[in-house]
Structure formats: structure tokens, C-alpha cells
């Protein structure tokens, strides 16, 4: 099998030059490059650095090596198009067949998984003609990938960055290690939350645990490879935004509770991969709790945080929403595991072994998922990205005959 061929499409705006990054992470993990700009976007990043970059010529129109066919050829070859940054003109022509371009007729050509990662001013991409070609898109099954909030050219900052390019990198890997499969979670609205929730006892020290939130950041990558809205309740993660994420931050467990029952009021699925504290201290200190000569510490007193899985679970904001959990055991694994997913009331838990050195901010988990209707699968021992895949195999099925 040969190298798989990208096509990296770059449409006329400023976060073309992060595209050069993309690029590089492309053909640095072995894939064949083609880059195909627009004429616009040659003003941010010239023909030479694409070239030099990828070892492939870039092409602007369709009048250039005409007796190769390119605006054919380049579509009908390529495994993935990936159009980084898509501006709101090339999101409108793309949405309505226009070919003006070679960027254009490859979009037309392709029979392969499309990308578009949007970058634009917020007013554009918030403009009903922007949100309706985006729509027109995503049902034709596109990938639109959400932009990132955050600066934009100039002062202004809100909803259009172009996510960061190795982000994007991530999206792509995602689609072509599905191959031609449909993204089955598209127009699917999936809530997950990652990390793990601290509890303050004063200014300074907090109860807290190890999470380190990869393997919610796993599923919110790969729902989003899938086609999936993911909103991402994050519970104090070090970790890099996913491209395509409606991103909440929150600190405690009855902030994630708040933020995870907002976001499910439409959601298709919530799974619960936060390590959610179910203890908080009673008081907190609002000064610096300080040591006393010749004083024992006072004891810390805890109260019940609440359980919001087993609530998620008791009280389903949309029929058929399917709510996913995890658990985290050192013995007894399945014994507790099965009883867990009775008592939490949901569809699916996914069980894995922990220790000392076991899945706390490893880049490995093995795990089973137990199923409410007596289901079992086993997960081998493999990246957090493999045991997500694997729980959107199960979640997929249940949503399929549903309405998005
Ligand atoms: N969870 C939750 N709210 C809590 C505690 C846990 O939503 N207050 C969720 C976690 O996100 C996870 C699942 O419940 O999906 C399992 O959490 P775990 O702490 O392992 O289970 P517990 O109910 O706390 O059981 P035990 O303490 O007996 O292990």
C-alpha cells in the first residue's frame, strides 16, 4: 500500500500560514501531500513554500498541466481533502458547486472524506448564509469542523480561529483511519465530560485527584473525527484544546453537575469520563487555613457531592439520549463494575483497573465495556484513542434510527 494522498486545500485568509504547520505534520507522518491554494490565498503564503513543503507542485487553476487532467486527477486520487483555513467564500462555493478553481472542481472530483476547518471573523461565521452552507455541507457529509474561540486578526476576539494546526492534524488521522466509513455521529450532539474535579478547602489546597483527562480528550477527538457536536465539560486539564470542541471549564463537582446538565438538555449522549470528587469538604476557609504551635490539625469534614451520572441517567433530558459512565476499580473489577452500572442506571460503563502506575495519565488503558443489556466487551490493552473509538462503536448503533 502506498503512502495515503492528502490534499491540503488553503483558501485566502490569514491562518494560512498555520496550514505550513499542518502540512509538515502531514507529510512528516507519512502521507503523500498535495496543496492545492487558492489564487487569494497566495497572498498570505506563496506557491514556493507549499512546494518546498510538501515536494509536490501547488497549483492554483485549472489551466496549468492541462494535458494531465488535474482538476480531475487530484479529487478522484486523493483518500482525504482537507481544506485549512475555509473561509466563508470558500465554504459558500463549495456548498453550491461552484468550479472557478482547481481548489474548487477537487472539492467536486472527490468521492473521499471532505475537511473543512473554518477561519473566520465571528460575524461571518455566525451570518445565516454561512450557517445554512455549513449545514448543506455537514448533511452532504462533510466535516465542518467548529472554529476555536479565541483572537482574531486585529483586536477583536470571539468564535472563528482556525483550531491549532496539530488539532487539525489529529481530525484528519481520525477520518482516514476510518477510511470510508460514514462519520456515524454526525448531527449528533455528545457531551463529555474530562478530568478531575477539585474541591476546595481554603485559597490555596484543594481534595483532588490524579485524572489527567486523556481519555475524555480521546473520545471529544474522536467523536469529532465522527462527525459529532461534542461540547467538552473539563475539569482542571493540562492538556491542548481538540479543534472542533465546544470547550466548558470547570473546577468542582457541582460546577462540572451544572455545566454537564446544561449541555445534556440536547445531547444525544453524555458519557462521564471525569473523575467527579464524591466528597467535598463542608466549610471552606475563605482565608489560608494556618498551623497552630503545639495543635493537632482539626479534622476535615466532608459532605456528599452530587452523583451526576447516576442523575444524568435518572432523568434523561431527551428521549433514547444514550448516558455512558466510567469506572475506576482497583479489585473485584467486574463484580463492582456490573453493580456499579445498575446502580448508576446507565446504557454503558466502561470499567478499567487502576493502581498506582495503571491509567492515571498514562497514554494506555485496557478496559471492558458492560452493557445494561447484559453485554460485554473486552478492550485490549491500547491508546486511550482505541478504547474511545470502541465506546462510539457501542454508542453508534444505540442513536442509529433515532432522530438527530
Ligand atoms: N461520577 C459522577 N458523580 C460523582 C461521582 C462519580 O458523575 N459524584 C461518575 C464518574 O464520572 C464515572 C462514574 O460516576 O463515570 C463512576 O465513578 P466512581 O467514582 O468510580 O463510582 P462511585 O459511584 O464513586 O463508586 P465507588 O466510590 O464505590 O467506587
Not at 100 to 114: E, H, K, M, Y
Not at 254 to 274: N, P, W
Request: aromatic fraction near 4%; proline fraction near 5%.
Amino acid at each position: 500500500m502506498g503512502k495515503p494522498k492528502v490534499v491540503l486545500g488553503v483558501s485566502g485568509g490569514i491562518a494560512a500560514y498555520k496550514a505550513c504547520e499542518l502540512l509538515r505534520r502531514l507529510t512528516e507522518s507519512g502521507h503523500e501531500v498535495r496543496v492545492v491554494p487558492t489564487a487569494a490565498s497566495l497572498n498570505f503564503v506563496g506557491e514556493a513554500t507549499w512546494a518546498a513543503l510538501s515536494g509536490n507542485p501547488a497549483s492554483t487553476g485549472v489551466w496549468e498541466s492541462v494535458h494531465e487532467v488535474p482538476h480531475v486527477r487530484i479529487g478522484q486520487s486523493a483518500d482525504l481533502v482537507v481544506v485549512a483555513p475555509a473561509t466563508a467564500d470558500m465554504l459558500a462555493k463549495a456548498a453550491h458547486g461552484l468550479a472557478d478553481d482547481l481548489l474548487t472542481n477537487t472539492l467536486l472530483t472527490a468521492r473521499c472524506p471532505v475537511v473543512f476547518a473554518p477561519a473566520m471573523h465571528t460575524e461571518m461565521w455566525e451570518h445565516p448564509a454561512t450557517r445554512e452552507n455549513v449545514a448543506t455541507l455537514r448533511r452532504r457529509g462533510a466535516l465542518v469542523i467548529e472554529p476555536a474561540v479565541g483572537r482574531l486578526t486585529g483586536k477583536d476576539t470571539g468564535k472563528g480561529r482556525l483550531p491549532d494546526p496539530e488539532e487539525i492534524f489529529e481530525v484528519c488521522r481520525g477520518v482516514l483511519a476510518r477510511g470510508a466509513a460514514a462519520p456515524d455521529l454526525a448531527g449528533r450532539h455528545v457531551v463529555i465530560s474530562a478530568g478531575g474535579t477539585r474541591e476546595p478547602l481554603d485559597p490555596v489546597r484543594y481534595l483532588g485527584n490524579r485524572s489527567s483527562g486523556k481519555q475524555g480528550y480521546a473520545l471529544a477527538r474522536t467523536a469529532v473525527a465522527r462527525g459529532a457536536r461534542v461540547t467538552l465539560v473539563a475539569a482542571n486539564t493540562a492538556l491542548a484544546d481538540p479543534a472542533g470542541v465546544d470547550l466548558v471549564r470547570v473546577g468542582t463537582a457541582v460546577q462540572l453537575r451544572e455545566a454537564v446538565l446544561e449541555a445534556a438538555k440536547d445531547a444525544d449522549v453524555v458519557v462521564m469520563a471525569a473523575a467527579v470528587a464524591d466528597f467535598r469538604p463542608a466549610a471552606y476557609a475563605s482565608g489560608k487555613i494556618k498551623k497552630k504551635d503545639g495543635q493537632e490539625p482539626a479534622p476535615v469534614a466532608l459532605v456528599r457531592n452530587p452523583d451526576v451520572l447516576a442523575e444524568v441517567s435518572a432523568q434523561r433530558a431527551r428521549e433514547g439520549q444514550v448516558v455512558v459512565g466510567f469506572a475506576a476499580e482497583t479489585d473485584e473489577v467486574l463484580a463492582n463494575g456490573r453493580a456499579k452500572l445498575r446502580r448508576k442506571g446507565c446504557d454503558l460503563l466502561v470499567v478499567n483497573e487502576v493502581g498506582e502506575s495503571k491509567t492515571f495519565g498514562a497514554e494506555e488503558n485496557e478496559a471492558v465495556i458492560l452493557s445494561s443489556d447484559g453485554a460485554e466487551v473486552q478492550i485490549p490493552y491500547g491508546p486511550k484513542e482505541a478504547l474511545a473509538q470502541a465506546v462510539w462503536d457501542q454508542v453508534a448503533p444505540r442513536l442509529a434510527g433515532r432522530r438527530a
